[in-house]
């Protein structure tokens, strides 16, 4: 029950981080299963409303963020980590 009760703690502070810090930064300084967990919250959250706000183009506009996201981890993980 500890494990599990310090594992949501952490889960939970991993999600209010995400909102204040910079991506890369951000995934460089939480457990990689949390990054997980964390960016799917995110990433569900901004797609519904990415969706509501801008219907198609808006969708199309969080794609390319998302994109960029995922170029910027690309080059974290070909530099020094």
Do not use: F
Not at 1 to 14: F, R, V
Not at 33 to 49: D, F, N, R
């Amino acid at each position: 029950a500890a494990m599990q009760d310090a594992l949501k703690k952490l889960a939970g502070l991993a999600v209010d981080a995400y909102a204040g810090t910079e991506r890369t930064k951000w995934i460089l300084e939480w457990p990689g299963q949390l990054v997980i967990c964390a960016s799917q919250i995110y990433w569900t959250k901004e797609c519904a409303q990415a969706i509501e706000e801008g219907g198609a183009a808006g969708l199309e506009a969080y794609g390319n963020q998302c994109t960029s996201q995922l170029n910027d981890i690309v080059n974290l993980v070909r530099g020094d980590l």
